[in-house]
């Protein structure tokens, strides 16, 4: 990874960067980038292969979906840490799309450098479904191997994952590839309809955004004989936060790119969260919070908030309040339903496809070069730093900066991959935290 400071991307930079994105595709023009099926793809093969890295729920899902979305795909290579993972979710795609799945068994990869195996064996595309703490190196081969990507949110655990990621995107632009991430609700078609009215002023300036994501917790999987310390940890990825960066960070990061989707993608200036864990007691639920309370604080003076819960029988709810200068909306995500009221009110009447499919129809699209060169980069990784920007502030009981976070030292977890023992770090205790790595440290 590219960790050095000297590397940071600043927030005066990452600012700059949005906002030329943004300015050039509210003109209706084309990002500037090239229309062609970059990533080695010839513009005479009709056959696209898709090389899943993460075999488990979401990824067999996105692969479904890359099937669906054009005749031409095929699955080529599957990787995953498990081989119990993996063949679980050959067989289910293979009832489902027969003739294509085409992965014999020197293409099955399991173990931790499967990913590289996969991104080695002649693949156009790859999907990225692991636990979140691997996205970034695996992210950094796949540029490195000059394929198109699909990449689950959220991207990146800590600040060192975010810098990795921006560091590789400059080539991932340079050689034309097509990045996509899956902050899902971008290709919502009703969500797109109704940001984009907040964008052409439906509310006047959004002067405050509220969103929650308030749930029951994730299943969690009984240690079983003969599992070490890092198999128990990656088949309860959700609970440990190195791999999942918290529920925030995993979960919430959705309610959290909502806020950001309505401020048009500018990050906040910082943080300010409380967070604690009350509710979780087996040792698989890990070392996650169960609930944060977010306030964004942005330079121009706004202030958006987020609340996330993750605890059993208590009111839930997934919804963006925006609050604008001279109106209000409301977008329920399990609805879904949105509704602007003020000056201009609207409700969405159109059609509301399967967002999940929309993202992959739009995906190939784009590599068949049918469309412009899809780029999420700067937005996601500004969903994912705001996610991990509170989780930061909740575990230390004091503001976090966006610099402060961008160019964090911090990196969670271990630095090599084994199925072996792995001390689980502690709870953070707000007030006495000490950085990742002094814990890391301590706990030797
Ligand atoms: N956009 C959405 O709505 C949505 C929904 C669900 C999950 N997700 C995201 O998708 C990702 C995967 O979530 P999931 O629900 O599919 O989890 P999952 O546990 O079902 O699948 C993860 C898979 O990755 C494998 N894995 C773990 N470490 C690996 C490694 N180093 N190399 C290769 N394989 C590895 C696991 O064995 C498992 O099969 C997460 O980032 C999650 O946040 C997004």
């Known amino acids: 990874m590219t960790n050095q400071p ?18 050039a ?23 696209i292969r898709v090389g899943l890295i993460g075999c488990g729920g979401r990824g067999t899902g996105a692969a479904s979906q890359a099937l669906r979305a054009d005749p ?4 080529h290579a599957m990787g995953d840490a498990f081989p119990d993972r993996l063949d679980t979710s050959r067989g289910h795609l293979e009832t489902q799309f027969a003739d294509r799945i085409a992965v014999p068994e020197d293409r099955r990869f399991t173990g931790f450098d499967a990913f590289q195996k996969v991104i080695d064996s002649d693949v156009d595309v790859v999907i990225l479904t692991t636990p979140p703490h691997f996205r970034p190196e695996h992210f950094k081969a796949a540029v490195a191997g000059g394929k198109h990507v699909f990449m689950e949110k959220p991207m990146a655990v800590d600040g060192a994952g975010v810098r990795s990621i921006l560091e590789d995107a400059k080539s991932a632009r340079a050689q034309g590839l097509n990045v996509m991430g899956g902050f899902c609700w971008r290709y919502n078609l009703p969500n797109r309809a109704c940001y984009e009215r907040i964008h052409n002023g439906a509310i006047g300036d959004v002067t405050c955004v509220h969103s929650t994501y308030l749930t029951a917790p994730l299943g969690t999987k009984p240690r079983q004989e003969g599992w070490t310390d890092m198999e128990w940890q990656l ?6 936060n190195w791999l999942s960066g918290d529920h925030i960070a995993e979960q919430a990061c959705h309610a959290i790119d909502k806020i ?12 300010i969260a409380l967070g604690g864990r009350q509710m979780r ?23 958006c908030f987020h609340d996330c819960r993750q605890m059993p029988g208590c009111w839930n709810d997934n919804t963006e309040y925006l ?33 999940y499919q929309v993202e992959h129809d739009e995906l190939f699209q784009a590599v068949r ?76």
């Open 235 to 240: 088949r309860n990825w959700q609970h440990f």
């Open 25 to 47: 595709i509210a003109a209706g023009c084309s990002t500037g980038q090239k229309v062609h099926p970059a990533g080695g793809l010839s513009a005479d093969d009709p056959t």
């Open 323 to 355: 609050i604008g200068t001279h109106g209000t909306c409301y977008v329920n995500s399990w609805g879904p339903n949105q509704e602007i009221k003020g000056r201009f009110p609207w409700s969405y009447e159109g059609p509301n496809p399967n967002m």
């Open 369 to 444: 070069g049918k469309r412009d060169r899809i780029d999420d980069i700067d937005q996601m990784m500004t969903s994912t730093l705001m996610s991990i920007m509170g989780r930061m502030s909740a575990y230390s009981g004091r503001p976090v900066e966006w610099d402060e976070a961008m160019e964090s030292e911090d990196r969670m977890g271990p630095r090599t991959y084994a199925l072996g023992d792995l001390p689980v770090m502690p709870v953070s205790v707000p007030g006495h935290v000490a950085s990742w790595n002094a814990r890391e440290t301590a706990s030797v």
């Open 72 to 75: 031409g795909v095929i699955l």
């Open 281 to 303: 007691e087996t040792p698989e639920s890990g070392n996650v919070y169960d609930h944060f309370s977010v306030m964004y604080v942005y330079d121009d003076g706004s202030r």
């Open 6 to 23: 000297s590397d940071a991307v600043t927030r005066r930079t990452f600012v700059q960067g949005a906002g030329l994105t943004v300015g």
């Open 260 to 271: 950001n989707w309505a401020k048009n993608d500018v990050p906040p200036a910082k943080a």
